[in-house]
């Protein structure tokens, strides 16, 4: 399996709070991303990454912000969490080249009450 | 509407069953394709890149239609074991990868 975690695997915060979730990986890998899984909706791409400080937004950023100073580490932050972000956190990573394959964390579960 | 989109699903078929999937994608620069395979809720993995000119790995079979901007994946004698969702994911420029919504197979006896 790909060396790849995300931490905190579950979260239950208020309404407000900020939040930071982990991903970290020992493979190397030039691409990292944050994707959340909603019902009806599979995976929609929040940020990725294509190198160390370079990110760029995908489908659903608002409300999200990352930041990647080291290749191994992708951090996903909610500053001001809201209920609509109650979601599972998938991270990715990826080779370079158009056909690298994803590999995948865990997930994270968050829970903004 | 949204950059990836998948037949909604979802698919009941009996053991043995041919099952087809389609996905269209808008963004017609997309520079590869995929399909990976998530089951309950668990991590997606990758089950086969698509190729242009179409590709098979034992009983699956995906194409690409680049003129009309879809991929499909055809699952030939289904298994109890091929109940899963499906999702089709575009690398869109620069490493952009999308996902479309997922379809839900559920494969009887």
């Known amino acids: 399996d790909a060396g790849i975690t995300q931490s905190p695997r579950h979260k239950v915060t208020e309404t407000g709070t900020p939040v930071t979730l982990r991903c970290h990986q020992t493979e190397n890998h030039r691409y990292m991303y944050w994707y959340r899984q909603d019902p009806g909706h599979g995976l929609r791409l929040i940020h990725y990454?294509?190198?160390?400080?370079?990110?760029d937004k995908g489908e659903v950023s608002d409300g999200y912000s990352v930041s990647r100073s080291k290749t191994e580490d992708f951090l996903l932050t909610l500053e001001s969490a809201t209920s609509s972000q109650t979601s599972v956190y998938f991270c990715a990573i990826r080779e370079a080249g158009e056909a690298g394959e994803l590999f995948f964390g865990e997930g994270s579960r968050l829970t903004v009450l | 509407r949204k950059e990836v989109e998948q037949d909604p699903g979802p698919f009941n078929v009996p053991e043995g069953a041919t099952v087809a999937f389609n996905c269209t994608y808008s963004n017609s620069a997309s520079q590869s394709f995929f399909w990976y395979r998530q089951d309950c809720r668990k991590e997606p993995k990758l089950l086969m890149s698509?190729?242009?000119s179409g590709n098979e790995d034992g009983r699956f079979t995906a194409q690409l239609n680049r003129a009309s901007q879809y991929i499909s994946l055809l699952i030939r004698d289904s298994k109890l074991s091929d109940s899963a969702t499906y999702l089709c994911?575009?690398?869109?420029?620069?490493?952009?990868?999308?996902f479309g919504q997922g379809t839900e197979l559920s494969v009887k006896p």
């Open positions: 698509v190729y242009s």
């Open positions: 990454s294509y190198g160390v400080k370079d990110t």
């Open positions: 994911v575009v690398n869109e420029l620069g490493g952009k990868l999308i």
